[in-house]
Nanobody, 126 residues
């Protein structure tokens, strides 16, 4: 069993930055692909970014088109933590952001992730 706890959400003005963190515990981080999803009110949960596991420490990253070039996902395997650096934030980025984990390769389908955090609210004011 993997427990995920997100932190770092908050209220920020458009154009600002936030860094989300997701701390994993309960089982080794090894072999797990990690992802961030978000869900805005009245909308479906959507893929934001993901990062693969690599035993050599060179992970691959994947992004939704809407955040490409503005968001950066990274992981610290020694700390069992994954990060989402969000720059140039827009009001349409407002959502609850969720961290997710799955054993195996990265996928963009939220239904294929086994473990989820409780979510952290990000609000971007115009």
């Amino acid at each position: 069993q993997v427990q995920l706890v997100e932190s770092g959400g908050g209220l920020v003005q458009a154009g600002g930055s936030l860094r989300l963190s997701c701390a994993a515990s309960g089982r080794t981080f090894n072999g797990y692909s990690m992802a961030w999803f978000r869900q805005a009110p009245g909308k479906e949960r959507e893929f934001v970014a993901a990062i693969s596991w690599s035993s050599w420490g060179i992970s691959s990253t994947y992004y939704a088109d809407s955040v490409q070039g503005r968001f950066t996902i990274s992981r610290d395997n020694a700390q069992n933590t994954v990060y989402l650096q969000m720059n140039s934030l827009k009001p349409e980025d407002t959502a609850v952001y969720y961290c997710a984990a799955r054993l195996g390769v990265v996928v963009r389908d939220s239904g294929l992730y086994n473990y989820w955090g409780q979510g952290t609210q990000v609000t971007v004011s115009s």
